[in-house]
Nanobody, 122 residues
Framework: QVQLLESGGGLVQAGGSLRLSCAAS????????VGWFRQAPGKEREFVAT????????NYADSVKGRFTISRDNAKNTVYLQMNSLKPEDTAVYYC???????????????WGQGTQVTVSS
């Protein structure tokens, strides 16, 4: 069992940066791939980024490639999402999720956090 808690969201101006954290409990956290998803009002939850359990591989949605960086520190049971050059269209609730697979579909992920709001003003 893995429990996830996101933090680091907030209000930022376009062009600014935020770093989200996903803190996990559960001693098997380091064996899971972890992903970030986001959901804007009235839209489907969409894939943002994912990282393998050792951090050797990452994958990003085209919309965030070159601006966002996912990383993890298994010693701290934490995964990060560094978001730079933020745009108003990045406004959403951001969720982290854990998976036994290295996938990009919501169906691939077994455990979810409650989400953290990111708002980018123009």
């Amino acid at each position: 069992q893995v429990q996830l808690l996101e933090s680091g969201g907030g209000l930022v101006q376009a062009g600014g940066s935020l770093r989200l954290s996903c803190a996990a409990s559960g001693r098997t956290f380091s064996s899971y791939a972890v992903g970030w998803f986001r959901q804007a009002p009235g839209k489907e939850r969409e894939f943002v980024a994912t990282i393998t359990w050792r951090g050797a591989r990452t994958n990003y949605a085209d919309s965030v490639k070159g601006r966002f960086t996912i990383s993890r520190d298994n010693a701290k049971n934490t995964v990060y999402l560094q978001m730079n050059s933020l745009k108003p269209e990045d406004t959403a609730v951001y969720y982290c999720a854990a998976s036994s697979k290295f996938g990009v579909s919501r169906r691939d992920f077994d455990y979810w956090g409650q989400g953290t709001q990111v708002t980018v003003s123009s």
